[in-house]
């Protein structure tokens, strides 16, 4: 497993464990009717929260080479591997079309 991989997954145990705390934080530093004060307060917490811990620092990567581009959000695999996979026949419901 490359190191690309290996990040990757750890980034998404991080939001999976800080979304619910991040959400509370970002609605309530977004709230219009709270005092300047407390929004200003959760703002804060949410920026000391881990970098990792946001959704957009993850990456689809493929799960088997870590190719970053091109990869299905379905079955989370690159277009090289999806198509080795399916002229195998590895892919349930997958089949290469002919006419």
């Known amino acids: 497993m490359s190191n690309q991989i290996i990040r990757d997954h750890t980034r998404r145990l991080l939001v999976a464990k800080y979304e619910l705390e991040r959400m509370q934080c970002k609605a309530i530093s977004r ?31 493929c799960i088997f080479t870590g190719r970053p581009r091109s990869v299905y959000k379905l079955f989370r695999v690159s277009r090289i591997v999806f198509r ?12 290469k079309s002919c006419w």
């Open 84 to 95: 080795e996979l399916a002229s195998k026949g590895s892919l349930i419901g997958i089949n």
């Open 31 to 61: 709230h219009k009717n709270l005092p300047n004060q407390i929004r200003y307060e959760y703002f804060l917490k949410s920026s000391k929260l881990p970098r990792n811990s946001s959704r957009t620092r993850v990456r689809n990567r």
